[in-house]
């Protein structure tokens, strides 16, 4: 002990400079002080007390004991909720000096108390408060919870033995902190109500401090919703009384004042429709209620439009033409509560009637259709008359009740039926939709490998058709076509044909055929000179060109040249035309026409191109330049000078491309190929 008692003395300066620093260092020290040897005494039993009721400002909880015998060491920590309250000071018993407390922050909203004390044996009457804690309450509720986990709460006697404390929940008992739980007030909701009505909301304003509401209700109510609110749904059953509905604000602490509404509860009147009944066709009956109970009662009854007077209790039906289901409403017109019954009235028999139908109602064009009559009631003994509209030529009709039709457009089909007392019609339609067709064009003639052809089907009937497409050998299926015409690209040869049409709702025909040829385009021919003979190396569809002009009716594979100039060929066979075969120039009956070539330089040539030719020549010098299709492009024309056998012209403005020089004077003519960058 005495040892104990240095340890104490060395914390004073600690605790002279403030108590919730103090007291951690001396609880640590305390703690370490105290041998894990456990005697049999058993620890005291301590109660943290519930505080009831509390309103904004300081409070005190006590800590008090039970079995408080020879206690010479006290180690205690408790949590609380900093939200509701904040700790202020510790007040030990004069029986404990130096029994020290502090505070110290959980960091999640608890803030937690922790107290130590030493000194010799100690003994305290059973309910001694061995600590009161102060507080200061702002508002809410917060449990005082012991935090238990060994060394935090304990106890040792006056030698130092620590004291059994197991189990925890036997030795340390939580207090709570309640706020003030004031009356709810009035309650808000009707306090009149039927037997059997549901959905109604009674309501308090809310409460501050509470967990709950404790709500009560009369014999035969039950809370649907809300039951722990300030706002619940009551519904009342066919067999619920009168009686209170009652609240009271709730929390841990106990419950606050109790608020009360009276509610009546109305009983409902007999709703009673009375037997079913069973009536001839045609004929009327009176329908039977019973009394509703004593007092004024009101009655509706429906469907209205069979009755006379709906708003009696016992009223009379219009003539009766089939079974109805009648509904009576009974009102207390002093509670307003209501009660409802059913009763059916059967109607038997019934009049000369028929039912005409067509099966199947909807056909493609060359279908057939049955037709049927449907007679009953009257006498059956029936006579029938089928007519049609538009009639057909010669106008048809049948007197069988059942006739097989064949129509090729839509009709409606009447029929008269008689049995010897009255007559009815009736009629039903036939729609007849037309077959769908299609026609397949677009011969197409197509030139070399790679090309496209565009084919159409034009269509009939109702959209969206389907169909086949085929060239014998390919066959492409087609969906959902909505429009018409329908066009499709093929690169295949060969005759295009439609099958399988149906549009939306028949098969149909088709018609026409499209023939796709691929022919190949002709090879490039070449010119062969005898003579004054210009000979194609094409036998057929040759085109003769001179000095880049079409000659007409020069379409043989040989063609005899008159005049002198450049020539050339081209051969169109199945309509695919040749690339134009290389030109040749041919001088006819001139011979003093100088028979020299022409030197182009550079050639290609970008900006400027020299013509140098083999002899002078005589006079003015045509140049022209044309583009392979004769085009005249550009021309010159220049006087040379004696001895000068070459001209420089400027081509710069020019297209890139192939171009034809042709000269042209008194005693020269000739033409060659200038290709420009």
């Not at 309640?178 to 039927?194: A, K, L, Q, R, Y």
């Not at 602490?253 to 709703?271: D, Y």
């Amino acid at each position: 002990m005495r040892q104990l008692q240095n340890i104490i003395e060395q914390s004073l300066p600690i605790k002279a400079a403030g108590r919730r620093l103090a007291v951690p260092t001396i609880l640590c020290l305390l703690l370490s002080f105290i041998t894990s040897v456990s005697v049999s005494q058993n620890a005291p039993v301590t109660t943290c007390a519930t505080v009831a009721g509390a309103v904004p400002g300081n409070i005190s909880v006590p800590v008090t004991v039970t079995g408080f015998s020879n206690i010479g060491a006290v180690s205690l920590t408790i949590d609380y909720d900093y939200s509701v309250m904040q700790f202020v000071q510790g007040t030990p018993n004069p029986a404990l000096p130096g029994f020290l407390s502090g505070d110290a922050d959980l960091s999640t909203g608890y803030h937690r108390i922790t107290m130590g004390w030493f000194g010799s044996g100690v003994y305290l009457p059973d309910g001694s408060a061995i600590m009161t804690l102060v507080f200061n309450y702002m508002g809410g509720n917060s449990p005082l919870t012991w935090f238990e986990n060994g060394s935090s709460c304990e106890y040792a006697d006056g030698q130092g033995n620590v004291l059994n404390d197991v189990p925890t929940e036997t030795y340390y008992l939580n207090g709570f902190v309640c706020g003030f739980v004031g009356s709810p007030g009035e309650i808000s909701g009707n306090d009149t109500v039927c037997q059997g009505q549901t959905g109604e909301n009674y309501s308090v304003v809310p409460l501050a401090n509470v967990t709950g509401y404790n709500w009560t209700v009369p014999e035969g109510a039950t809370i649907v919703s809300g039951g722990n609110t300030n706002i619940i749904t009551v519904n009342f059953s066919d067999q619920a009384i009168a009686g209170p509905i009652s609240v009271n604000g709730i929390n841990e602490c106990g419950g606050g004042p109790v608020s009360s509404l009276s509610v009546t509860v109305n009983e409902l009147p007999v709703a009673n429709a009375g037997d079913d009944q069973v009536i001839n066709y045609g004929t009327t009956t009176t329908l039977q209620a019973a009394s509703g109970g004593s007092g004024t009662y009101s009655y509706y009854w429906w469907p209205e439009e069979f009755l006379v007077d709906p708003n009696v209790q016992n009223p009379q039906t219009v003539q009766m033409t089939y079974t109805v289901f009648f509904n009576v409403l009974v009102t207390n017109q002093e509670s307003m509560c209501q009660s409802n019954d059913q009763v059916v009235v059967t109607v038997v028999g019934g009049p000369l009637h028929i039912n005409p139908v067509a099966i199947p109602q909807t056909i493609c064009l060359g279908e057939s259709v049955q037709l049927y009559a449907n007679a009953g009631g009257g006498s059956e003994n029936y006579t029938y008359l089928w007519t049609c509209i538009p009639q057909d030529d010669p106008p048809w009709g049948s007197t069988i009740a059942n006739p097989l039709v064949s129509p090729d457009t839509s009709k409606q089909y009447l029929l008269q039926v008689f049995d010897g007392f009255n007559q009815v019609t009736g009629f039903v339609n036939v729609n007849v939709f037309p077959l769908p067709s299609s026609y397949i064009s677009g011969d197409t003639n197509m030139c070399g490998q790679g090309n496209i052809a565009t084919l159409k089907v034009d269509l009939t009937g109702n959209p969206p058709w389907s169909f086949n497409y085929t060239n014998g050998i390919t066959t492409v299926i087609i969906t959902n076509v909505m429009t018409t015409p329908f066009y499709f690209m093929t690169m295949e040869p060969g005759t295009y044909t439609v099958i399988n049409l149906e549009d939306a709702n028949c098969f149909g025909e088709s018609y026409g055929s499209a023939t796709v040829n691929v022919f190949p385009v002709p090879e490039k021919p070449e010119i062969t000179i005898i003579d004054y003979n210009l000979v194609s190396s094409s036998c057929c569809g040759n085109q003769w060109y001179k000095d880049n002009a079409l000659i007409p009716g020069a379409t043989g594979q040989v063609y005899t040249a008159t005049e002198s100039g450049e020539y050339y060929v081209i051969v169109s066979l199945n309509g695919c035309v040749s690339e134009a075969s290389d030109a040749v120039d041919l001088i006819v009956g001139i011979e003093e026409i100088s028979t020299g070539t022409i030197t182009l330089s550079p050639n290609p040539a970008v900006g400027q191109v020299r013509i140098t030719f083999p002899q002078p020549a005589n006079g003015t010098i045509n140049i022209s330049l044309s583009s392979p299709d004769g085009r005249l492009i550009d021309s010159f024309k220049l006087k040379p000078t004696p001895g000068r056998y070459e001209f420089l012209i400027d081509v710069a403005h020019l297209d890139a491309g192939l171009y034809f020089v042709t000269l042209c004077g008194k005693n020269i003519f000739r033409t060659g190929k200038l290709i420009i960058r």
